[in-house]
């Protein structure tokens, strides 16, 4: 899906400003740049570290996902049959949903919207693909996960893509859903889920022939944890899940908070250890190119800056060549992608081509960086310069995530520039309480997550894939080893985020093409074990 990157409105960068230094109000313009949030505001040492955890967490979703909240992608289609990616359609439609699902006070609905394709679907009691929307535009999920689209036909399946509460056009409070706390107190995952199951009663209920329709639930990163918790949550409304690049052992005391940021170290070392090397020296030579007005100018010309440097950008600087290896890492598809950025086939490779010498003097070191940098950035070679406040994140509406972040999607993040080439900056779980108390006036549960759905101890359920490429930062905090006979882990040794929900492509290497095959397996084994049962 093409991605512009898109540049700052002054008066979101003017706010996220605000934002990211005093983190004291909700009511920022909902469409900031993550880039911004990612750097560290001028604070005591023992503070800082709370930055980093919130924004890698940020980084999870975010990302890939985050993404569909631009709102050039929202399209009030009621009813209608809408064109997407790939010559496939769907119709957009709507459901009167509580904001409340586990209160009695609040009994205001909402309208959810969801979008559905029955193309295949011809059998009474077919079976009914449904898609647990992540935390953006339900509408970017739709053409982003082809493997949907692509095995409809052969599974004789509708499909339903379903939004997620607060993102999208799905506000329980329209326009004043982010306006207060009171207001975003309905959003958490458990609400989110119980979205989902009454959804799909409604649906058995209203649609002709899907009363005993099998629901197998599939989602991809949160979303993936979110069918994961589906199937452990609701077993008598879907019949398995596919969770895809799910992390739902992310959480405190489960998973190494280095975890991920050493894998994204990995996947520049495997291309040769200058590469990752390169990068972790990086940093220092950053500081002391940037200690002089002369460095700065340097600096400024070497990468292609849109606006000269001063020292108070460095730390955005820094953050923002950061982002850029995050990304690379999350996004290392074997095929030529449009995703964040215009970028080649396997582009972490192409960038270590430029980063084969960690040995080099400050400046022609960086001056390689600036090469690698330009393979993510400028690699069609249209960008006349390149602008820190402009990623490939573009205008975000995140806030929804930051919240979740801030109550029960507590998931640590550490660097210790030993084992990941990064800048060390400890976990600092306090530090981090204090900024969501400032930024919503709420306190983190950091083991909520853990008691509502279980961490570790799972194996009483079944039906559930998990499937992790070992080049996605996010598998450090996901399932990687089969737990029973259906609790099945598929480990793709050459994929990055959820590549196995893309679709298929000629340069789909083995490993994902055996993973989706062996996904299909599955599903069609619990399509089979359910019309048994009925």
Not at 412 to 418: A, I, L, S, W, Y
Not at 428 to 440: G, P, R, V, W
Request: hydrophobic share 40%.
């Amino acid at each position: 899906m093409d991605r512009a990157c898109l540049s700052v409105p002054p008066r979101s960068t003017r706010c996220l400003r605000a934002l990211r230094c005093s983190l004291s109000r909700v009511t920022c313009d909902r469409s900031l740049p993550l880039s911004f949030f990612l750097i560290p505001c001028p604070m005591t040492p023992q503070r800082a570290p709370s930055i980093r955890g919130v924004l890698v967490v940020l980084l999870l979703f975010c990302f890939l996902n985050v993404q569909a909240l631009k709102s050039q992608l929202l399209s009030r289609l009621s009813a209608a049959n809408a064109p997407v990616a790939n010559g496939v359609s769907y119709v957009t439609k709507y459901f009167d949903q509580k904001i409340d699902h586990f209160g009695f006070l609040e009994d205001g609905t909402f309208k959810q919207r969801y979008l559905v394709n029955d193309d295949h679907w011809h059998q009474i009691g077919g079976p009914i693909l449904f898609y647990t929307g992540n935390e953006g535009d339900i509408t970017w999920f739709c053409n982003n996960t082809g493997f949907m689209w692509d095995v409809a036909e052969e599974l004789g399946a509708m499909l339903v893509f379903a939004e997620h509460r607060y993102y999208g056009e799905s506000l329980p409070f329209g326009k004043e859903s982010y306006s207060s706390l009171k207001h975003l107190n309905y959003l958490t995952s458990e609400q989110a889920l119980a979205d989902f199951a009454v959804l799909i009663l409604h649906l058995k209920a209203t649609v002709p022939g899907a009363t005993k329709s099998p629901v197998v639930a599939i989602g991809g990163s949160y979303g993936g944890m979110l069918s994961a918790w589906m199937r452990m949550k609701y077993p008598h409304l879907v019949v398995g899940a596919l969770a895809a690049s799910a992390p739902i052992w992310q959480f405190t005391n489960m998973t190494s908070c280095g975890v991920f940021y050493k894998i994204v170290t990995n996947d520049f070392t495997r291309h040769g250890l200058d590469c990752s090397v390169s990068i972790r020296k990086s940093w220092s030579s950053v500081d002391n190119v940037s200690s002089t007005d002369d460095g700065l100018t340097w600096l400024s010309n070497e990468f292609s800056m849109c606006s000269p440097l001063k020292k108070q950008d460095m730390q955005m600087f820094k953050a923002w060549l950061q982002e850029t290896w995050v990304n690379l890492a999350m996004v290392n598809y074997p095929y030529e992608a449009n995703f964040l950025q215009p970028l080649p086939r396997w582009p972490i490779q192409v960038v270590c081509t430029h980063l084969r010498n960690a040995s080099l003097p400050d400046r022609l070191l960086l001056q390689a960086i600036s090469h690698a940098v330009r393979v993510y950035y400028n690699y069609t070679g249209e960008a006349a310069c390149l602008d820190i406040s402009q990623t490939a994140t573009g205008n975000l509406g995140y806030l929804g995530w930051y919240y979740q972040a801030c109550t029960e999607m507590v998931m640590p993040m550490c660097t210790d520039g030993v084992q990941d080439m990064f800048e060390p900056q400890p976990w600092d779980f306090q530090a981090f309480s204090e900024e969501c108390y400032k930024q919503f006036g709420v306190r983190p549960r950091i083991d909520w997550a853990i008691t509502m759905y279980g961490g570790k101890q799972i194996h009483s359920h079944s039906n559930i894939i998990f499937s992790n490429g070992k080049l996605d930062p996010w598998s450090g905090g996901g399932v990687m080893e089969s737990l029973t006979s259906s609790l099945v882990a598929i480990v793709i040794p050459d994929g990055a985020h959820h590549l196995d929900l893309r679709y298929n492509t000629n340069y789909d290497p083995s490993s994902v093409l055996h993973a989706r095959a062996l996904e299909v397996k599955y599903i069609q084994q619990w399509i089979k074990e359910a019309a048994e049962m009925t």
